[in-house]
């Protein structure tokens, strides 16, 4: 089992670069998902973060500034029980308004 979370983990953090930096639509969704059942390790998990974080969203928009998609990677987080400390996720929120940050919670 702990291969196969590896292994998964490995494929889905290149799937951004994959698809030219633009996420397909629902990835976001379905990898929350996968992280509730199947989590990564902390350091696939940020890294994870911050390639999603360097990517568009299915409708053109960078990740680090739509609300969606932060709260989408939020639960991703969550679901993946990893740390705040140097997470990509905790610089992105540096850069967005607070009602933006209201907008997530």
Request: proline share 5%; glycine share 4%; aromatic share 8%.
């Amino acid at each position: 089992c702990q291969r196969l979370r590896w292994d998964i983990w490995i494929l889905l953090v290149k799937v951004p670069a994959a698809f030219c930096n633009r996420l397909p639509a629902g990835f976001l969704q379905n990898c929350c998902d996968v992280a509730f059942t199947c989590p990564p390790t902390e350091s696939l998990g940020h890294q994870f973060l911050a390639s999603c974080l360097h990517s568009c969203c299915a409708r053109g928009d960078a990740v680090d500034g739509d609300t969606f998609a932060l709260a989408a990677l939020c639960i991703f987080a969550a679901n993946s029980d990893l740390s705040c400390n140097q997470s990509p996720l905790t610089e992105a929120f540096k850069d967005i308004s607070n009602t933006g940050k209201d907008a997530i919670v």
